[in-house]
């Protein structure tokens, strides 16, 4: 019963912007742990995240190609967070009734994610075949 009547206190209070900025550095925080608890696909692309910092380091590709991987992948969750975010707060509207207008939401949010997954890859290729055409 107690953890209940602090989150209906928390809920009072979201509305309000923390002036203390550890503590809205604690929020932030709290919104990565949970996109990385909760969504599939933010741990999907952390794995290929941590995968292609381990090819670039046996390619020994430059500081300046991992300063363009790191903003790549940055991107990508980026927007896999905001997605998320999307997501709820139609949830949060729509409940569990079906709307057009909440699919269109839910549908370009993903999109966003999967124009930037592409144009990741798109970067890993420019970034990676010169290196592995040299191996052959």
Known sequence: MQKNINS?????????TSRNVLISFKYAFNGISYVLNTSRNFKIQLIFA????????????????YVILIATIMSVLILEILNTSIESIVDLVVKKEFSSLAKISKDTSA???LLASINSVIIAVYIFVPKIKLLF
């Open 50 to 65: 941590v995968t292609i910092f381990m090819i670039g380091f046996l390619l020994q590709i430059s500081l300046s190609n």
């Open 111 to 113: 999109g966003a994610v």
């Open 8 to 16: 209906i206190e928390n809920r009072k209070e979201s509305y309000k």
